[in-house]
């Protein structure tokens, strides 16, 4: 019996998770996401309480499932293999969740999901402006909010499919930066 209820609800995130990267938060309702999810309406109110709430799951566990996923990408052994491993991330992240990025990227006004990005992304700021304080740069500062800017753009535009030639654009940055 549990192991049926834990698939109902896995289903539930999934069709939820979906819905929301597709059609948006606003114009999903709970009872598409029951029909999608081929369950009742009434067994999304027990496993989540109501449809926020239920939105609100799917983040934490969508950026848990990337901290679980990209261990260590945060390690910090040297100036330019992290400021690659920085530059690379945005395309690793989404595709190894291109639907969670696809909602994050949807829902990046969203004061929720806003909050748990700039949570997950906080730790990285001081170690980008130590690696380009190492690296000597006169202004590292300026280049940690250019190289957070271009990150936060390069995921957006790679979650929703508006990103071409993404590993020449990570080269350039990577030649930009001199870090081959």
């Known amino acids: 019996m549990k192991e049926s209820v834990l698939s109902r609800k896995e289903r539930i995130m999934k069709e939820a998770l979906l819905l929301f990267s597709d059609q948006g938060y606003t114009n999903t309702s709970t009872k598409t996401i029951a029909q999608n999810a081929g369950v009742s309406e009434a067994l999304i109110f027990k496993h989540f309480g109501n449809k926020d ?5 799917l983040i934490k566990s ?4 990337v ?3 990209h261990r260590g990408m945060m390690t910090y052994r040297e100036p330019k293999e992290f400021l690659r491993t920085m530059i690379n991330l945005p395309g690793k992240l989404v595709s ?3 639907i969670f990025w696809k909602l994050q990227e949807r829902l990046s006004h ?3 999901s806003k909050q748990q990005h700039e949570q997950f992304m906080k730790p990285v700021q001081p170690i980008i402006h130590r690696a380009f304080k190492e690296l000597g740069y006169e202004s ?3 280049e940690t909010q250019f190289l957070l800017l271009i990150i936060d753009t390069l995921w957006k535009k790679e979650a929703i499919g508006e990103l071409e030639q993404t590993i020449e654009l990570t080269l350039f940055l990577e030649k930009k930066y001199n870090l081959i």
């Open 62 to 65: 969508g950026y848990r499932k």
């Open 67 to 69: 901290l679980t996923h």
């Open 53 to 57: 709430a239920l939105l609100v799951y």
């Open 96 to 98: 190894a969740e291109p």
């Open 140 to 142: 590292p500062e300026f």
């Open 110 to 112: 969203h004061p929720f």
